[in-house]
């Protein structure tokens, strides 16, 4: 198993449109394992292979409360939605910031696991949020796109200034 690297806004490589799945081989089944294991320890609910520049479609989420209902979807459609919800997201390519996006409630889907054993379910409430949120990162979108152009900028120039300050930062003092 293996830790991610993941990409942050405004790295252009999020803005990758991912390719279908091809093959459901190991090679497939090993991403999808890592790719859990980088989403648990970030932590978070959700993670797409774009996020770790893999330009796959590819994701993988667990909106259980005891982090025991992984699931993966190979090629996921949104065949039906219906309803809206608004939900304030976040993102582990936006760290510390939040934001309301609307979606739509419930939502019907279409995929694969990650041995090709085709999938085709309901979503409602996060479990929908999310799945949504994660279709978004495979075709290059983020949520803080839903905000207005000055806000977006507003995020953009926070982030930097994260970094610059992180990249700065004195080494702690010496234990005493
Ligand atoms: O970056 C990601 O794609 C992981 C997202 C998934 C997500 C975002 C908004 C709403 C639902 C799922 C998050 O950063 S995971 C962090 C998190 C944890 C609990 C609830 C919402 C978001
Ligand atoms: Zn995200």
Request: charged share 25%; proline share 6%.
């Amino acid at each position: 198993m293996a830790k991610l690297a993941i990409l942050e806004f405004p790295d252009p490589r999020l803005r990758t449109k991912a390719a279908p799945v091809t093959e459901f081989d190991a090679a497939l089944r090993q991403l999808a394992a890592d790719m859990l294991e980088t989403m648990y320890e970030a932590p978070g609910i959700g993670l797409a292979a774009t996020q770790v520049n893999v330009h796959r479609q590819l994701l993988v989420l667990d909106v259980s409360e005891d982090k025991d209902q992984p699931m993966t979807l190979v090629n996921p459609k949104v065949t039906a939605k219906e309803g809206t919800q608004v939900y304030q997201e976040g993102c582990l390519s936006v760290p510390g910031i939040f934001a309301d996006v609307e979606r739509a409630d419930r939502i019907h889907v279409e995929a694969h696991d990650a041995d090709g054993k085709p999938l085709s379910f309901d979503a409602d409430g996060l479990l929908a949020v999310c799945i949504q949120h994660e279709m978004d990162h495979l075709v290059g979108k983020l949520f803080v796109d839903y905000l207005s152009p000055l806000k977006r900028e507003l995020v953009r120039k926070k982030l930097e200034k994260q970094r610059r300050h992180a990249s700065t930062a004195e080494p702690a003092a010496a234990a005493l």
